[in-house]
Each structure stands twice: as C-alpha cells, then as structure tokens.
C-alpha cells in the first residue's frame, strides 16, 4: 500500500488546469482491454493510469480551474479519504462501523448546533445535495399524506389526490428540486417556480401570488424549498420571510444550502443564513465550499422523529435494534444501505483547523470574488452580470459595446469552446436570461486576483482567435 500511495502521490501534476484533451484524443488513449486475460500488475496499472487519466483530469486545485462547484479538496480531507477507504466501514449497522457510527452521529449533532437546529434536531450523511433534496421531499411528502389524507405511503402508495401535491421553490433553485418530483412519482410539473428579483432570491410578492393562486385552484403545496446559495448566483433566499409562509400553511420548509450552508462556519458571513434554524430540513455539501473530497453531504432534521416516514428495519442488518436495545440504526435514516464513513471528512477538517480557520478560508474566497466582479466591472471588454452574493462570478465577454444579445450569446459559446480546449483556465458556462454567459466560481482559497487576471487575460485570447475565426469564414 505504501508504495502504491507514493506512486499516486507522484503522479498528481501542477501544470495548466487541464491539457485541453477531446473526447477523441481521450478514447483514443483508452484502447487496451479493460478486463485483460491476464493483468499487468499494479506497478504499471498505476504508471498507465497516471499517464493517461491524471494527467487528462480537470485539476480541481489549480487557482485557474474555477468553473463549477467542484472544490480543491483539503488535506484533512484526503488523509479521511484514505482512512475510511482503507477500513472500509459501512454505516448501515453498528457491526460494520462501531465507532464510525457513533462519530457520524456525533458529527450530525454538532452540524445541527452549527445551524442553530434545536436539540430535538438530527441527520445523516448523504452522497450530497441531491439526495438530500430527494429524501427531504420525500419526507414532507409523506407527512403530508398522512396528516392530510391518512396515507401511509410507504405502504400503500400515493393516495389519487397526488396528483394535486405541489412542491414550491424559486425559479433559480437547483434543477434536483424537480428531479426530486419525478422521483416521487409526482411529475416535475408538480413543481411550480417562483420569480426571483434582482439579486435572483425568492420574490415574496411573486410568492405570496403563487400560494394564492395554487389555493384557489385546490392545489396542494406541501413543501416549500429555500435556496441558500443558488448554483450559478450563489443568491440566498429570504429565508425568514419564506419559514414564516411556511409554517402558516403548515407546510414542509426545506433550505437547499448545498452551496451556502458553509456561511455557517463564519463570524462575518453566518447571520445570512438565518431563518435556516427554521427550516424542517436542511441540505449541506462539504465537497463544495467545506473542502471535502466528493462525494460528502448531509441531511439535516429539525424535528429528528420526521425519520419515521421512511423508517424500516431489516433483521439481518440490526438485530439488536430489532430488539429495542440503545444500538444506533443508522441505516433507517438513508435511502442509502451500505454507506461510506465519509463523516471522516468534516470531522478530521473540523478538528485540524477549527471552525474560525474553516471560516476564513470560506471569507477570503468572498473576499476575491468581489475583487474579481471589480476587475470586471472596470474592463471594456468585459460585462459583470452579477454582483456576487458568494464566490459566483457570472459575466460576459463583450470586446464593444454595439453586439447584440444573440451575437454576445455566439461569441460567448465560441470563446469558451476554445478555453475547454486551451486549458490554461476552466471556466463555466451559463445562461442567464437567454444569453450566454461566462462562470467563475472562485472556491480556491490559494486563488489571488492576479489568477483572475489572467483567466481573463486567456478568455481574451481566446476571444481574439474567435473573432478571428469567424471573420475569415465571413471573408
Ligand atoms: C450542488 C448543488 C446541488 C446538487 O448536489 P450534489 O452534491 O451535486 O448532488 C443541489 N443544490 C444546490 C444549490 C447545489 O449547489
């Protein structure tokens, strides 16, 4: 194992981000059998993968590569990586995972003082955000059938007035959100979005239009899910204002804090979550901004006895659960049986560094995005679209200010084509009111202004050829 894990060590590169390889290039690299007759031992099975996928991988931790929500994983992190693969604990009976399991519990009880749950407060560990959406909808969906129509649905199935469940959400909201619908036999149509205003958070008039409106048809809305830190805006919902629509009807709160849940972990940042104390369920991600390697995220309950919708017990798994005694059963809280220890994760990271060192690795990244959206707000060729409520950049390559949107939205698409095949820089792609737009979501804490600089620098000259490109075709 030593000198199998030297060889990785090794073979993990610092160069560009990536080496801008296609599709082709990549299959073409791949076209020795996968399952050989007979292997080529572990030493070249290392070399042949160092060569061809590492150094073919994004590098997540390169201060170039700021394109999606995809983290620098934190030493900590990686030293827990090893660890609970080499034990290979599996969480779903307490047989398989004795001190793990008392540690991921351990774990969801300080995430739930984190977040300000009360003690009735619990959770488990998920593969990340969008389990976690899936099985808090899951959740209030039932509840709902049983208080509103004394349907057990685990039993029995979805009662026929299903087909009036509505699940409410903003229309920046994470796309599991109707996922999730689909999954619970539900439809995505069950869904229905909210407008947002201009720093792209939940709209309460629109909202309060929305829950009007759905009344009046005899809808039924039985989930309404807050975003705290929205995928390509990092935006916050008013989160008070929507636990208070909440709770009026009755209804499910679920905070979707995939992204933003790690504000927690900062003096100056934290208070923008309040109102996630709230919530009936929380969504967290550590393989995003807590730093962890994926996959990692949790579930959080408030009221922890919500578990019971999909409890169950299986007798070979947990005998002495079965028997009522004080085991932990941990797999009646997952959609998940056999499940990795990667509690590990933020536990190692929480008790290295602490929450005030965790906190300003979060800060200094908000810090360089207000940096970066300045920068761009003082080019000519650049047009900032939003002023970052965390480390999401969203901007446009504009070289004069006479195109219009459909030719920002094809020089856009060109330019960052050519940056995916450059490789000195990886940045994202989106739309934001149907025109292209470029992406920096800046999670590096090792990133400075002056790597920014230069990403624009290589967008430019990508933009350049582009523009190159295309007058050729035109003359
Ligand atoms: C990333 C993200 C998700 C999806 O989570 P995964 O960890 O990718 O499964 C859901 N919601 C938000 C807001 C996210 O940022």
């Known amino acids: 194992m030593e000198s199998a894990v030297e060889a990785v060590l090794d073979a993990i590169g610092d160069d560009d981000p990536f080496t801008g390889a296609t599709p082709e290039d990549l299959a073409d690299k791949f076209d020795d059998p996968v399952v050989p007759e007979e292997g080529v031992g572990l030493d070249v099975a290392i070399d042949e993968v160092a060569e061809r996928v590492l150094a073919n991988s994004v590098d997540p931790s390169h201060p170039r590569c700021a394109a999606h929500l995809q983290c ?9 990586e090893a660890m609970l693969s080499a034990t290979n604990q599996s969480l779903d009976s307490f047989d398989q995972a004795p001190s793990a399991t008392v540690l991921e519990q351990q774990v969801i009880d300080a995430l739930g003082h984190l977040f300000d749950l009360p003690a009735a407060a619990d959770g488990v560990f998920t593969s990340g955000g969008t389990q976690s959406n899936f099985q808090a909808l899951l959740l209030a969906r039932d509840r709902y059938c049983d208080r509103q129509f004394g349907r057990d649905v685990q039993q029995a199935g ?76 990092g935006s916050i919902d008013p989160l008070p204002e929507l636990a208070e629509r909440a709770a009026e009807r009755d209804v499910w709160f679920h905070v979707d804090a995939a992204y933003g849940g790690a504000l927690a972990l900062s003096d100056e940042h934290g208070a923008r979550l309040a109102g996630i104390e709230r919530a009936d369920s929380v969504a967290v991600d550590f393989h995003k901004l807590f730093y962890q390697p994926i996959s990692c995220g949790a579930l959080l309950l408030r009221d922890g006895d919500e578990f019971r919708w999909m409890a169950r017990n299986a007798a070979y798994l947990n005998p002495e659960a079965h028997d009522e005694t004080d085991v932990p059963n941990l797999v ?144």
């Open 158 to 233: 979805l009662p026929r007035k299903a087909k009036s469940l509505r699940v409410v959400c903003s229309e920046a909201a994470h796309f599991t959100a109707k996922q999730a619908a689909h999954y619970l036999g539900l439809g995505e149509n069950a869904v229905v979005t909210v407008e947002t205003d201009d720093g792209h958070r939940m709209d309460l008039d629109a909202l309060d239009e929305t829950l009007s409106a759905l009344e009046r048809q005899g809808r039924e809305p039985f989930a309404i899910v807050g975003t705290a830190g929205t995928t390509d805006f």
């Open 72 to 80: 620098p994983p934190m030493i900590p992190g990686l030293a827990a």
């Open 332 to 475: 009646a809280k997952s959609v998940q049986t056999t499940r990795r220890f990667d509690a590990l994760k933020p536990y190692l990271a929480f008790r290295a560094l602490g929450r005030n060192r965790l906190g300003a690795l979060v800060e200094s990244t908000l810090d360089l995005a207000d940096d970066a959206a300045s920068l761009l707000d003082e080019a000519d060729d650049f047009q900032l679209v939003n002023d970052p409520a965390l480390n999401a950049v969203v901007f446009r390559y504009r070289p004069c200010k006479g195109l219009d949107d459909e030719a920002i939205s094809e020089l856009n698409a060109a330019v960052r084509e050519t940056l995916v095949y450059d490789g000195r820089a990886v940045v994202a792609r989106t739309d934001v009111e149907d025109v292209t737009s470029l992406k920096l979501t800046l999670l590096n804490p090792t990133a400075t202004l002056d790597d920014v600089a230069e990403t624009l620098d290589t967008i430019r000259e990508c933009g350049s050829a582009v523009e190159t490109a295309q007058y050729e075709v035109s003359a």
